[in-house]
């Protein structure tokens, strides 16, 4: 028998006994956690009857391609979950900073900042009262956190490229007085929108990135404390939705009108707005997701499957040296679905937290890993271009086309 390369699976060479793998009819060979009854990987292959090898970490036989052989089970320490300190009360969402060197997570009584570059466990803790939602701002330069205390911005800095300690908390300062429960900013740092806790209330505003301070008011628009919006990265239209109406629009920020109802969304229960970095397309996720072209509004379906809970999301990314637009979008409540964008988007791959149990809002690095709140208040990270390295061995890249 024709030994292939390897592929290596997540967490599965210490404890063989708690695995077991599955051949579907759809050429698709399943590594199965025995306890939680769900697939931790899924790879292409085809097999009458499968086993593992003795006490070698292997699987198989398996064909795939006019090839037959086994996969290898070793897995390195690459799958790695980030754990904030108990008093932060565990991650609901998690941000990139533009380069990707640090992660920051929204817990229940505050912010949490890692540095990723080289990763490390060592965190610094911000305190807010009643944190709702944070991002970086495009440049780079601080974080912005909303909470029931105001809308604050903290300049953040790695303390050194080599060492593995926390990141530095440089400076903070409140930019805006009352309550707010999301915020969001234009490619160029140039406009910010944010959504009134009391009110609901979406308040757009011109943003000074040289002060760090948001100016006049450009436009209001309607909506609720739930409501979550996004700004397209060339500042021209506003996406907003919230849980509990049915409720995705998109506004023109130029006049301050309603451009767009997408039904679809709406009647899918996808409120979680996030457009491409390139403008193209805009993303209404929720329940499950629909994919928008802004070149004319044309809507399409995502595959991915259905969320029970509302506070999933998705996300676009490229990686570096790359031109493909990816895509990750949260499904069956503990699922990361990866696509590459275009007139019909490729499902690629799906993955799952080795931990099991249902996972919050994605975000990815500029490297291409891509970070989750975890159920058990961990922050679950998958770096595709260490999974793309094996996977490569066997011919299956994930974009290759």
């Known amino acids: 028998m024709i030994r292939p390369p390897h592929v290596r699976l997540p967490t599965v060479a210490a404890c063989l006994v708690s695995h077991h793998a599955s051949a579907a009819g759809d050429g698709t060979i399943r590594l199965w956690d025995r306890t939680a009854y769900r697939p931790l990987l899924t790879l292409p292959g ?3 009857r499968l086993y593992f090898n003795g006490n070698e970490s292997r699987v198989g036989p398996v064909t795939h391609d006019g090839r037959a052989g086994w996969y290898e089970l070793d897995w390195p320490g690459a799958l790695w979950t980030l754990n904030p300190p108990q008093k932060s009360e565990g991650a609901r969402a998690a941000a990139f900073h533009r380069h990707g060197f640090l992660l920051a997570a929204l817990t229940g009584t505050g912010a949490v900042v890692w540095k990723t570059a080289p990763p490390s466990g060592h965190s610094i803790f911000i305190p807010h009262e009643r944190p709702s939602a944070l991002t970086f701002t495009p440049d780079g330069q601080w974080l912005a956190v ?8 903290h300049a953040i800095r790695r303390d050194s490229k080599a060492k593995l300690g926390a990141p530095v908390l440089q400076g903070s300062r409140r930019i805006m007085a009352g309550a707010f429960t999301d915020v969001c ?12 806790g009391d009110t609901g209330t979406i308040e757009a505003r011109h943003y000074d990135k040289k002060a760090a301070a948001a100016g006049a008011v450009i436009h209001t628009f309607p909506g609720t404390p739930a409501t979550r919006c996004a700004i397209s990265p060339d ?12 409720d995705a ?28 970095y390139d403008n193209k397309w805009l993303i209404f996720s929720g329940r499950t997701a629909h994919l928008l072209r802004t070149e004319d509004w044309k809507t399409r379906a995502v595959d991915v499957r259905p969320n029970q809970g509302n506070g999933r999301g998705a996300v676009f990314f490229r990686t570096r040296n790359e031109n493909v637009m990816w895509l990750a979008v949260a499904g069956a409540d503990e ?20 931990q099991g149990g249902a996972i919050g809002t994605l975000a990815v690095s500029a490297h291409g890993t891509i970070a989750a709140a975890a159920p058990r208040g961990e922050v679950q990270l998958w770096p595709l271009p260490v999974v793309r390295k094996h ?11």
């Open 235 to 246: 500042g021209k239209w506003l996406a907003a939705g919230s849980p509990g109406n049915l």
């Open 46 to 48: 085809n097999a009458w």
């Open 391 to 401: 996977l490569e061995k066997l011919g299956l890249d994930l974009d290759a086309p």
């Open 335 to 354: 699922e990361a679905h990866v696509f590459r964008v275009g007139e019909l988007p490729e499902k690629l791959a799906v993955l799952r937290s080795p």
């Open 249 to 276: 629009r998109v506004f023109d920020l130029e006049t301050g009108n309603l451009l767009l109802e997408p039904h679809a969304a709406r009647e899918g229960r996808n409120w979680l707005s996030a457009f491409s």
């Open 146 to 153: 909303s909470s029931a205390g105001g809308l604050h911005l």
């Open 185 to 196: 900013f234009d490619g160029a740092a140039s406009r910010i929108a944010m959504v009134r």
